[in-house]
Antibody, heavy 121, light 107 residues
Framework: EVQLLESGGGLVQPGGSLRLSCAAS????????MSWVRQAPGKGLEWVSA????????YYADSVKGRFTISRDNPKNTLYLQMSSLRAEDTAVYYC??????????????WGQGTLVTVSS | EIVMTQSPATLSVSPGERATLSCRASQSVRDNLAWYQQKPGQPPKFLMY???IRATGIPARLSGSGSGTEFTLTISSLQSEDFAVYYC?????????FGGGTKVEIK
């Protein structure tokens, strides 16, 4: 069974930085694009960022462009999200998600349990 | 950005009854539409892709339809495990976008 385990969340002050990690197992990690999707408390889902299987291509929501950086380490089967210049509105549970098809369509068949990021002074 | 609008926001249904959830896209997404179910404290669960193709293990009482800008998720006879929030997502264009969700609650 595919497993995705996020870590790195916590309380951070506005303007601060945080790096999230997502450890993947039970599938060939390098074959699949991955995304980060967040959910503010009591709100809906918001796609944040995506990265291709090779790591050559990255995509960002306008709300995080220039502040967040997605990356991956395929030999370590790990996805990352480096977050900087954090704002109160970045407070959310952050999920990593695996795409359904090895190439192409960005829909998600497996999600991690999420890690909570709270931006507050 | 393609805006996904789901309606109604909340649907009150009795067990055994039919539920019809709507998802509208601000421009055509062809059939590049997925549905997810989320229960409190859990991550989303993948239900459907290609607007109408059930994911592995999803029961036949869930069905999807539509293309272009209008989509529907139908649950033919609601079971206790179906009471949850449902999200649609378009994957036709960047940025990927989700609808605001429909909460299906017990009447």
């Amino acid at each position: 069974e595919v497993q995705l385990l996020e870590s790195g969340g916590g309380l951070v002050q506005p303007g601060g930085s945080l790096r999230l990690s997502c450890a993947a197992s039970q599938f060939t990690f390098s074959n699949y694009a991955m995304s980060w999707v967040r959910q503010a408390p009591g709100k809906g889902l918001e796609w944040v960022s995506a990265i291709s299987g090779s790591g050559d291509s990255t995509y960002y929501a306008d709300s995080v462009k220039g502040r967040f950086t997605i990356s991956r380490d395929n030999p370590k089967n790990t996805l990352y999200l480096q977050m900087s210049s954090l704002r109160a509105e970045d407070t959310a549970v952050y999920y990593c998600a695996k795409v359904f098809y090895p190439s192409g369509s960005n829909l998600f068949d497996y999600w991690g349990q999420g890690t909570l990021v709270t931006v507050s002074s | 950005e393609i805006v996904m609008t789901q309606s109604p926001a909340t649907l009150s249904v009795s067990p055994g009854e039919r539920a019809t959830l709507s998802c509208r896209a601000s421009q055509s997404v062809r059939d590049n539409l997925a549905w997810y179910q989320q229960k409190p404290g859990q991550p989303p669960k993948f239900l459907m892709y290609g607007a109408s193709i059930r994911a592995t293990g999803i029961p036949a009482r869930l069905s999807g339809s539509g293309s272009g800008t209008e989509f529907t998720l139908t649950i033919s006879s609601l079971q206790s495990e179906d009471f949850a929030v449902y999200y649609c997502q378009q994957y036709n264009n960047w940025p990927l976008t989700f609808g605001g969700g429909t909460k299906v609650e017990i009447k």
